[in-house]
């Protein structure tokens, strides 16, 4: 049974987490969620084995597929696999803090919009919190940039602390994003696209040895990416141009996506 009249699901998309997972799980809220699912991408460490002890749901995935691939494979089975009517995504390397959990939940259990992200911009003082200044002001532009384009106001479009309704993730077509790290942005996209409501919740976040962290010249792609992604949401709105991850999922696609994620779980719990 549920622990609320919504399932929700905690999914960690994991790459070399094994210093930082128990963490992590020890400070999700038992009580806030009913199962944890953990999608590794090809670690190098002993990330697989610690999950497995720790009582994870985990799947391994055959080889690397990247951020967004690893995302696509954890929504996929939480819905499909799991029965998931919430998805909160929580990095296990221990950036973000899973305590703050209830307040990303609390607004999609009252069904008063489609996603909640957590935004670092609202928490405090990032720089100080330890992200570096660079990173500070590019995602102040960006996040700019990203305002004018969807005419949305959000403080933060580049946390990686979110958690999204069953409706958003069947509204969209998420398989057909980037498996990069520009899924995060184009996900968003979507979203707006297809008039999903997002709401934000303060957060704070730990930098660290340990916590993950793209470099700056990956930075630079990201952001280009994030800005091309941009000028694909303005020609698809003025019906100039639609891509691939604009159109509306077919029965095709989604049967498709839905088949292959309980191959994958099956083969690689």
């Known amino acids: ?61 055959g080889k690397n597929r990247g951020y967004g691939g690893n995302q696509k494979t954890c929504y996929r089975t939480a819905m499909d696999q799991m029965g998931a009517d919430i998805m909160v995504m929580v990095h296990p390397d221990h950036q973000y803090d899973p305590t703050i959990i209830p307040e990303l939940v609390k607004p999609l259990l009252r069904g008063d919009c489609d996603a909640v992200f957590g935004s670092r911009m609202l928490g405090g003082r990032p720089i100080e ?26 403080s933060e479009y580049h946390s990686g602390f979110r958690a999204y309704s069953r409706r958003f993730l069947e509204s969209i077509d998420f398989e057909a994003n980037s498996d990069d790290f520009v899924f995060d942005t184009e996900i968003i996209a979507q979203g707006v696209s297809r008039r999903m409501l997002i709401r934000e919740v303060p957060i704070q976040t730990r930098y660290f040895d340990e916590a993950s962290q793209i470099g700056f010249w990956r930075s630079v792609r990201y952001g280009l990416a994030i800005l091309k992604t941009m000028v694909l949401y303005k020609l698809h709105k003025k019906h100039i141009y639609s891509h691939r991850i604009f159109r509306e999922p077919t029965p095709a696609v989604k049967a498709q996506s839905a088949e292959r994620g309980p191959r994958a779980a099956s083969a690689q719990r």
Request: include cysteine.
């Open 1 to 61: 049974m549920p622990l609320h009249e919504k399932k929700v699901v905690a999914v960690l998309p994991a790459y070399n987490a094994e210093k930082t997972l128990k963490a992590t799980y020890d400070d999700i809220p038992k009580d806030w969620v009913d199962e944890i699912l953990l999608v590794d991408d090809c670690s190098r460490d002993r990330t697989v084995e610690l999950s497995r002890e720790l009582g994870i749901v985990t799947i391994v995935h």
């Open 129 to 154: 919190g330890g992200m570096p200044k660079w990173k500070y002001f590019a995602n102040l532009f960006l996040t700019m940039v990203e305002n004018a384009t969807f005419y949305v106001f959000l």
